[in-house]
DNA sequence: CCTTCGTATCGACATTCATCTATGCATGAT
DNA sequence: ATCATGCATAGATGAATGTCGATACGAAGG
């Protein structure tokens, strides 16, 4: 078979057949990476681990810069990341803040990291 | 009750009894907020989901940056992040590089995204 | 051998991030 | 009313990040 049709497989010369699904919607992506940016941080990783652990969800912030390490104003700056992308909820009683961990802000990156190829919906 | 004796509640004025639970070391935390990061960019996510839809979870990185419109070292760029965080394994074939997603290496996050309290082994 | 082509690295640049000190704001106590 | 206190915000600063163009490396093919 030297010379077999030139209409037959001209894309053939190409590395990787196929597998030019459709990519994740631009919209879709931001969503997800705001989240992981929310806990790509070792001290939101411990503070969520640490409302997690504590009754409830629940637990006020009094003693937090101590025990990490850090200011209360950096305290309050990373509890604002983690509210901004809705992984806590805040709650003023009195003069303390109480903050609970909302695990349904999850649901997203959850679903994501099943990295399962889509069942029925494949492109190729 | 006007005088007890003084030395039977002097911490009671704390805002929050109890839930001075032990914090997560800071090795761990640093190693989930690594897999974190390489996931904490819209970029990133979307090659992981492409990825994971190709067959058998490879693909050849070679129409990508068309795709996403990125140039080719930015691609690069990405895939090495994601190759550091170990969730995707490189694998040249000729002058071509294939990259497979392992999905594996989000174990520790999956479990850490369970915030369930800590079963037997709380702290307070 | 020399060329070609896919990939990785380098240098530069703008942006974002984590952290601090200092200050403002609201609530509770005196 | 005044003071004290817990939290948030503002401003500054050094480090890390994402992007590109230019270049170097390495394998295939002439």
């Not at 705001?34 to 912030?61: H, I, M, N, Q």
Request: glycine share 4%; net charge negative; aromatic share 4%.
């Amino acid at each position: 078979m030297t010379s077999i049709e030139p209409t037959a497989a001209p894309e053939t010369d190409i590395c990787c057949a196929g597998a030019d699904c459709e990519l994740l919607p631009t919209v879709e992506a931001d969503v997800l990476a705001e989240t992981f940016k929310a806990l790509a941080d070792p001290t939101r990783v411990r503070l969520l681990r640490y409302l997690a652990e504590s009754d409830a969800g629940t637990a006020c912030a009094c003693h937090l810069p101590d025990a990490l390490g850090i200011s209360q104003p950096t305290l309050s700056f990373h509890m604002r990341k983690l509210h901004d992308a809705g992984l806590v909820a805040r709650d003023k009683r009195g003069r303390w803040v109480h903050w609970t961990v909302r695990p349904e802000a999850l649901a997203g990156i959850k679903t994501f990291l099943d990295l399962a190829p889509r069942s029925a919906d494949r492109c190729c």
